[in-house]
């Protein structure tokens, strides 16, 4: 049984030194390597691709004064790239197989392309092309790794992936960059806060008289700045008017960063808004069960603070006028008065905050968008829906 073992393993043994001396003792010869946009000649490629190939200690490695010699300055092999000629410069060195490939630069990535060919039977029997960034001084590793799997043999994965050439994400799925701009028409509602007060209150009273719904018109400038079959960032700007059918002049303009999610052409926009508001200082007094919401000015509230504290018989004689001795009327402190809407006030900027959510209906080259939204500041908030309609009329490629 000890004896079985032992020949076992000394024909196992002799059958690995056979194979692993048949497979060393292959010769090869590296021919010319072609080369487009590398600052290499096909000559220095084929050195640095001779110089790895001996590395990889599976063959004789033909040099290149060897082949120099034993061409004797054949000049039929001068840009021998192709099988028929390759096999031909095999037989004229004597060698079993022949390399060669190609170094190029296409775009912003350099193909490394090698091919392995048997001499004697005039076939392909290995080939191998792998797309690598374009960093030429790193060329050595690139045929390192493009040769090692070409055989079968392990590489750097860290080597290989710092190396590789990564696809630039596309720009604007399949069409480039599209321009959605067009008209938008909507009504909004002034729901929240003093802006709903403001709209009802009665002209006498610094207010707009009027129904707190009222219909926008305006235009959305779009620019698409990132975009992919699933995913689009743009920059909108929007000016609008509102309240015109009311007899009112309410100018906005927004400007808005949204995304596009999915074929459905969701959306999702945020950012301010700009327009003009008149304000006065003063005291606004919120509605309640004794009024519909009430506002003095300044001097209105002096005088209304003044009737109040005359009219109490503790501080004034209700029959001469004349205040009470030790009684002295305080006037209003500063700090009660604060900036509300006013239709006759100051005119000044105003600005808000808009966030809106929609959808974009496609049918051909017609395109429909329709969104909700809510604008606010610290006056109250509208809440709105607008549709609008634009075509696509101008598309340019990605790289412009």
Not at 58 to 80: H, I, P, Q, T
Not at 88 to 101: A, H, P
Not at 134 to 148: N, W
């Amino acid at each position: 049984m000890k004896h079985s073992k032992a020949l076992i393993k000394f024909f196992f043994g002799l059958f690995f030194i056979f194979h692993f001396t048949a497979a060393y003792s292959q010769s090869i010869a590296v021919g010319d390597i072609y080369t487009k946009g590398v600052e290499m000649t096909p000559s220095i490629a084929a050195k640095l691709t001779r110089i790895e190939l001996v590395k990889l200690e599976k063959y004789v490695v033909l040099d290149e004064f060897d082949m120099r010699s034993a061409m004797n300055g054949d000049s039929s092999f001068v840009d021998c790239y192709g099988k028929e000629c390759l096999v031909r410069l095999g037989n004229k060195l004597e060698v079993d197989k022949i390399l060669s490939g190609s170094f190029e630069v296409v775009g912003k990535k350099i193909v490394v392309t090698l091919k392995l060919i048997d001499v004697q039977s005039g076939t392909l029997k290995m080939t191998n092309s792998i797309e690598f960034a374009d960093q030429s001084s790193e060329l050595s590793r690139m045929v390192e790794i493009t040769l090692r799997e070409m055989h079968s043999m392990p590489v750097n994965i860290e080597t290989k992936k710092r190396l590789g050439f990564e696809e630039e994400i596309i720009t604007a799925a399949n069409i480039g960059r599209i321009n959605n701009s067009g008209p938008r028409f909507g009504v909004s509602a002034a729901a929240l806060g003093e802006m709903n007060k403001f709209f009802q209150r009665k002209t006498y009273n610094g207010g707009l008289d009027i129904y707190p719904i009222v219909s926008n018109i305006g235009y959305q400038f779009e620019v698409q700045y990132i975009g992919t079959e699933n995913f689009s960032a743009l920059f909108e700007v929007i000016p609008n008017i509102g309240g015109m059918e009311q007899g009112q002049f309410i100018p906005s303009i927004s400007f808005l960063n949204g995304f596009r999610v999915g074929q459905q052409g969701w959306e999702l926009a945020f950012g301010p808004a700009f327009g003009l508001r008149k304000v006065k200082s003063g005291v606004y007094l919120y509605p309640n069960s004794e009024h519909d919401g009430e506002f003095y000015d300044e001097q209105e509230w002096f005088n209304k603070e003044y009737e109040t504290w005359s009219a109490n018989p503790e501080n004034v004689d209700q029959t001469t006028g004349q205040w009470l001795p030790g009684r002295t009327f305080e006037a209003p402190s500063e700090d009660e008065f604060s900036n509300h809407l006013h239709k006759n006030g100051i005119t000044e900027f105003n600005a808000s905050w808009v966030m809106g959510i929609g959808r974009t209906f496609r049918k051909g080259a017609l395109n429909v968008p329709f969104n909700i939204y809510y604008s606010g500041n610290k006056y109250g908030g509208m809440i709105g829906a607008s549709v609008g309609f634009n075509v696509v009329r101008s598309k340019t490629k990605i790289n412009q």
